[in-house]
């Protein structure tokens, strides 16, 4: 049986009617820039966090430097961000010409909260929290130590669309959440989208305006923005899918269990959720010490897997002028040689796990 590692057919045919009743309507609408469908899109999205606003953006990256940017923090700030995340946290941060201090995660892939209050400076700005692999982070001492130290609390939600901590919702615990709406997320557009959700006027106001060439008033523009627009037909789509995001999240956590349950190996490390942090199973991580063999093992069976993610961003050529090197973050490190993603996706059979877990098992 061949299974890859994800499967962004399934859920398109879950509701196909819905979605393309609703492409049609867009391509006859004679509207497709900042629309109708954004505005709801983003009340609707906005309802479901949470939070009192939602601004409608081109991408997840462009929410994140965004953010800074609206933030005011730039050359000479710095941001405290977890070491083992996907690139684009911190290339949110440096677009903006800001530092990234790296903090090593805990044992659920997340900030080590542990970690932070020895790493803030006279120079540290703001908390990038990422939410990774669908798990809420351990907010709490993240929260007061933004208190503490009057620093900015940014959240990086594009894993962790519905996730929650003690029952509030990720995206919502600082100033500004940043959302991917990639295909291969939990919400997922057709194409690239991305938005941000924050509780200040004066935030989104500006995010609006950043969006749009800075711009308010048409052909008046106030500062050097970008063009971040978000589009009908993504919004429209994505109103859809956000209707059924409770019962998609909860087919995830049911494929997460039936793993958590039937996986025993003794080579596999399962990923753990700590409690109070609700978990949207993004990715379904686990570790294990002879990757390559496992890797190539499975492929003979035919089921594939995604190293999330091989290299860290410290270590990336494209981050070598931060100076960090091999071996300054070792559980990072150590992570990046052996987190392993297996299949998890919605539409995802019985049959096809099952296949997977009598695999696993046996290696
Ligand atoms: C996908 C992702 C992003 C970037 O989102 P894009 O929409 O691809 O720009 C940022 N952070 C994390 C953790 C992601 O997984």
């Known amino acids: 049986m061949k299974i890859s590692p994800n499967r962004l057919d399934r859920s398109f045919f879950m ?7 609703k492409a049609l309507e867009i391509l006859r609408s004679g509207w497709y820039v900042l629309g109708h469908e954004v505005t709801s899109f983003e009340e609707e999205f906005a309802a479901f966090t949470g939070a009192r606003y939602c601004v409608g953006l081109a991408s997840g990256l462009d929410a994140l430097w965004l953010a800074f940017r609206v933030l005011g923090i730039g050359a000479g700030d710095e941001v405290l961000v977890q070491a083992n ?45 990422v939410h990774l692999y669908g798990q809420a982070s351990d907010m709490a001492p993240i929260v007061s130590l933004c208190q503490k130290y009057h620093l900015r609390l940014v959240e990086d939600c594009a894993q962790s669309h519905g996730a929650a901590y003690d029952g509030k919702m990720t995206g919502t615990f600082g100033d500004i959440g940043c959302f991917s709406f990639y295909p291969s997320k939990n919400l997922g557009a057709f194409g690239d989208a991305g ?32 063009n971040s627009r978000l589009d009908e037909m993504q919004a429209g ?49 686990l570790r294990c010490k002879e990757r390559e063999s496992l890797i190539s093992y499975l492929a003979e069976k035919e089921i594939g897997t995604i190293i999330h993610y091989p290299i860290p961003p410290h270590l990336s050529e494209a981050y070598a002028y931060l100076g960090y090197p091999k071996g300054s973050l070792p559980l990072t490190e150590e992570y990046a040689d052996t987190v392993l993603s297996i299949p998890m996706y919605n539409g995802m059979t019985a049959e096809e796990q099952a296949y997977v877990i009598d695999c696993l098992n046996q290696f």
Not at 15 to 21: D, I, M
Not at 195 to 221: L, P
Not at 252 to 279: F, G, V, W
């Open 15 to 21: 509701h196909q009617e819905e979605y393309e009743k």
């Open 195 to 226: 938005a941000i959700v924050t509780n200040d006027e004066g935030i989104a106001r500006a995010m609006r305006m950043y969006r749009n060439y800075g711009s308010e008033k048409r052909y008046y523009n106030k500062v050097v923005g970008a």
């Open 85 to 129: 995340t996907y690139i684009a946290s911190v290339m949110g941060i440096t677009i903006n010409g800001a530092t990234p201090v790296f903090v090593e995660p805990d044992a659920y892939y997340n900030m080590d909260t542990s970690l932070l209050e020895a790493k803030i400076t006279d120079k540290t700005k703001a908390i990038l929290v």
């Open 237 to 285: 789509l994505l109103r859809v899918r956000l209707s059924h995001l409770e019962e998609l999240t909860e087919e995830r956590r049911r494929i997460a269990e039936t793993y958590l349950k039937s996986l025993q190996n003794p080579k596999l490390l399962l990923p753990q959720t700590r409690e109070h942090c609700s978990h949207v199973w993004h990715q379904f991580v």
